[in-house]
Structures are given as C-alpha cells and as structure tokens.
C-alpha cells in the first residue's frame, strides 16, 4: 500500500515576496510576477496537491484531462481501459503511457531477477486486492503459470504475451508516472519550480520559495489512515521524485486469522510477511521512486539496502521492525542530510 506522503504547510506558505494564491482564484499579484499557486483535485481514486511558481494560474482542466487519459489507458478498475482489454486479449496495441510504464518495469524485473512483477494481477485479485473480489482459497500454484516478467515483451506498439492468459498490473507506478506527466505538462510551459503530489507520490523540481520543498512521512502503524496524524520524519526534496510504499494500511484478517498484505512476492505468490514496514524511494523520477519502493517491500530489509548502495542515483529511507514494539529505520548515506528531525 502506497503510504500518504504529507505536504507539510508551513513549507507551503513559506513564498515570501511573491505571494500565494488557489488556482482558479483571481491571480492578485502584479502583472509580470512570479507567484505560488495551489491546485488540488481527484484522480486514480485518490487526491491531488499540486504547488507551483508561474506568472498565472495553469487551467486545472487541463491537469484533470492529463490524469483522466491515463486512467482512460492504464486503469485495471476501468473495463473500458484500454489496459483492461489488454488483459481480456481484445486487443495487443500500447499506447504510449503503457509502453512507458512497461519498460520500466521490465527494467526493473530484469534488475531484481523477477521480484518486481507487474504480470502479478491473477494474484493480486485472487487476494482481493484488484478490481474483482477475493477468491477464498487461491490456487497459488496455478496461478503462477501466468505469472513472470520475462513472459511479455514490447514488440513495437505491439504487447506480446507467452500465454492469452498473462494480465497486467500497473499499479506499483501508475501514481508515480502521473505525477512525473503533470511535471513534464509543467516545464513544457516554462514553469521550473513545482511540487506534484498523487495519492502520495511526489514529483519536485526547482525551490519553494528559494528554499527545498518539504514533505512529512507517516509512522506506520496499523489502520493509520489520518495522513500527518504521527510523522515519522520531514525529508527535504529538490528536483527528486519521492514514493513510499508499506503495508500498514491494506491488509486484511483471513477467515484463519492470518494477516494478508497487498504486498505479494512475485515467485511465491504469496502475501509478503517481513520486517520492513514501509520503503520511501528517492529517484530521478517519481515512476522510478514508485518502483524501486514496491519492489523493496516485496524484497524485504536486507535485499533493499543492497539496492540502496549499488544504485547511486536512489535514495532510501526504510522502517522496519526490530521487535513487535521497537521501530528501526535504515538512512542510506546519501540521504543523511535531507532529513529534518
């Protein structure tokens, strides 16, 4: 489950001389310029915050056509996505948001020998966790046929499949990916300081105010589902894309009283049980962050840290439990002085 990244408002109103304003609001700064303006909003069923620097508002429709054409495409809870006829075979052409999301995950697959997956749906719905409702007892094993990143290539615009039966998910980076596509909408249009924020994930680039934005990142503890109620940390972020990934907040209690997580290792099948409690990823890109920071809660502690040093480019901010009432929390090196206790 995608933890809540908060947007701390004190960051938000830290804009100095050049005001503040609500896009769609009448812009009261002078002609010429610069002023920081909000935007929030719904999409991929979740919220929206977006804080950027421009001489005038952006039209808010026009962010909510970008995020609504991507649902149109890319959605598993939308049976007229063109993802989901995808999955039902009813057609093998990509557009390009799917071809983007595929690469990096094929990418990624590739990087962690299969434990970043996005042919898991069979599995992630048999937990009930996708779009159709839970099966009782899966079939774990059957299941697994249909499951493994090296059974679908890019051909082209053309998706290939070993078996009819392989369906894609592309969950574990569509937050991620949206909101690195409301940033390039962005600098398309000259602005160069911006803060995008969905259901979480965070694309940044420039300065608020002169100064790097900032965000809070939860506790995770059990059924937290007040964003900013218990911070764990305040990170300081700049031309980052930022994304937490934990399972304190999607799971359920079988009718065994077993607890099942959302997080499922692509090899087993089955609901991830570790001591990692969430991942932050820092990455060039928010579709990156989103990623690498579901494919460490699937590779568990030790395995992340691993990733952490050998990718320079990634930073890393983990909270895994020590004991049933004692946190700990890994800071890769390159993190140490983003962090504001």
């Known amino acids: 489950m995608k933890k809540r990244i908060i947007l701390l408002l004190a960051a938000l109103t830290l804009v100095g001389c050049w005001g503040r304003n609500t896009a769609g609001k009448e812009n009261v700064a002078d002609e010429g310029k610069m002023t920081y303006y909000e935007m929030d909003g719904f999409a991929l069923g979740t919220t929206y915050h977006i804080v950027y620097m421009a001489k005038d508002t952006v039209s808010k429709s026009a962010i909510d056509n970008i995020l609504n054409d ?13 993802l989901s006829r995808i999955n039902r075979n009813e057609t093998d052409t990509v557009d ?6 595929i690469e990096l995950a094929l990418r990624l697959g590739e990087e962690s020998n299969g434990m970043y997956d996005i042919t898991v749906k069979p599995l992630i719905e048999a937990y009930g966790f996708a779009a159709e409702g839970k099966t009782a007892h899966p079939d774990i094993d059957s299941l ?28 574990s980076v569509a937050k991620g990916y949206c909101s690195d596509l409301v940033g390039h909408y962005f600098e398309k249009r000259g602005i160069e300081n911006y803060l995008v924020e969905i259901g979480g994930e965070i694309a940044t680039r420039g300065t608020n ?41 999607r799971f359920y209690i079988d009718e065994e009283g077993n607890r099942v997580n959302h997080t499922v290792n692509p090899k087993t099948g089955l609901s991830v049980k570790q001591n990692l409690l969430s991942a932050t990823v820092l990455a060039p890109t928010c579709a990156e962050a989103d990623a690498y920071a579901t494919l460490f809660m699937a590779s568990g502690l030790d395995e992340s840290i691993r990733i952490l040093k050998e990718n320079p480019d990634l930073a890393g901010y983990l909270i895994y439990s020590e004991t049933p009432d004692k946190y700990g929390v890994y800071i890769s090196d390159n993190l140490q002085n983003k962090i504001m206790e």
């Not at 390009?96 to 999301?101: A, E, G, H, P, S």
């Not at 697994?144 to 969950?171: C, P």
């Open 96 to 101: 390009t948001n799917i071809r983007d999301c």
């Open 144 to 171: 697994l046929e249909f499951v493994g990143y090296e059974k679908i290539s890019l051909d082209g615009n053309r998706l290939v499949k070993q078996d009819s039966r392989i369906q894609i998910d592309l969950n």
């Open 209 to 249: 105010n002169g100064k790097e934005w900032r965000v809070g990142i939860d506790k995770p503890i059990d059924h937290n589902n007040s964003p900013g109620a218990s911070l764990q940390t305040i990170l300081l972020l700049k031309d980052k894309g930022l994304a937490t990934s934990g399972n304190y907040r």
């Open 70 to 82: 991507f649902v149109e495409s890319c959605s598993i809870f939308d049976s007229t996505s063109l």
